[in-house]
């Protein structure tokens, strides 16, 4: 994919553009699938032990209005968790790199470092899930005091983290060359 | 005693659909305007247009068939939760066990 820089620095190019894992959007995709399922449940219910509660000509439409208000806050909270998951993009440079993060619907984070200012990566592989799909959070720390980077359910985890290093280094010792030329 | 109209249990609904169209078009700006532009984003613009049109239309033809004007009044509000009984164990009929096959 390709991805243009709204400020690139001479010959930085891209290396990584990461997103969330897949299977995160498998979970929202499978809790809608469950909720949506749920009031057929409740009415199976309400036919075997009241069914005079779905004859009524007072209840029944304000049953109906529920569950059509119901469906649609389902499918509404969905896609908002979707898109929450989708806007998030981490895009590692040969320089630096680039956080943007969707925080619910009115809240959204474009942040960067640079990788000569790297002082610590770390990746997390937590349980089941992500050590059989291979995927898991990376965070990376510099030596300012301010929040470290969060790359959240990636793919790949472990290599991502192995790259950071790796470029981190590449940019400490090209910014010592460029000081001593 | 005093009567409203049914369709005051729209009112909330309605107030909802507002909210779920902003919230939808809040959404829709964040994906076309944040979001890379590839066959997926379209995709998913479309898969939830799609949807939120067959959930309005399946809403209509739930809710149109109902008699929205018929009158709530106290008592018949009344009535009608006493009848209702959640924990009531329903009386189902006996099985005749000489004609079941599956009876031992």
Not at chain 1, 1 to 11: A, F, I, T, V
Not at chain 1, 56 to 70: F, G, K, N, R, V
Not at chain 1, 152 to 168: G, Q, R, W
Request: net charge negative; hydrophobic share 50%; proline share 5%.
């Amino acid at each position: 994919m390709k991805y243009l820089l709204s400020n690139p620095q001479p010959g930085e190019r891209v290396v990584m553009i990461l997103r969330r894992f897949w299977f995160t959007a498998l979970w929202i995709v499978l809790t809608a699938v469950i909720l949506f399922l749920l009031p057929v449940g409740v009415y199976a219910l309400l036919l075997n032990f009241s069914p005079s509660l779905l004859d009524d000509s007072l209840i029944t439409p304000a049953l109906a209005m529920t569950a059509c208000l119901y469906y649609l806050a389902v499918w509404l909270f969905a896609f908002t968790d979707f898109v929450d998951y989708y806007l998030d993009t981490w895009i590692i440079t040969t320089g630096r790199i680039i956080n943007v993060e969707q925080h619910g619907l009115f809240r959204r984070t474009a942040s960067e470092l640079n990788l000569s200012s790297i002082q610590d990566a770390t990746s997390e592989i937590s349980g089941p899930l992500q050590t059989f799909f291979k995927y898991g959070n990376v965070f990376v720390q510099t030596a300012a005091e301010r929040e470290r980077f969060h790359l959240k359910d990636i793919p790949h985890a472990e290599e991502v983290k192995e790259t950071i290093m790796h470029l981190s280094e590449e940019d400490r010792m090209r910014e010592q060359r460029g000081g001593k030329t | 005693m005093t009567s409203i109209p049914l369709a005051v249990v729209l009112i909330p609904f309605f107030l909802f659909l507002i909210l779920f169209f902003i919230f939808s078009i809040f959404n829709l700006f964040h994906l076309i305007h944040y979001g890379p532009s590839t066959a997926g984003k379209f995709a998913v613009i479309a898969v939830y247009v799609a949807g939120t049109l067959t959930l309005l239309g399946g809403s209509y033809l739930t809710l149109a068939p109902y008699d929205w004007e018929r009158p709530i009044t106290s008592t018949v509000f009344l009535k009608s939760v006493t009848d209702v009984n959640l924990f009531e164990i329903p009386n189902l009929p006996a099985r005749d066990l000489e004609d079941d096959d599956t009876a031992l």
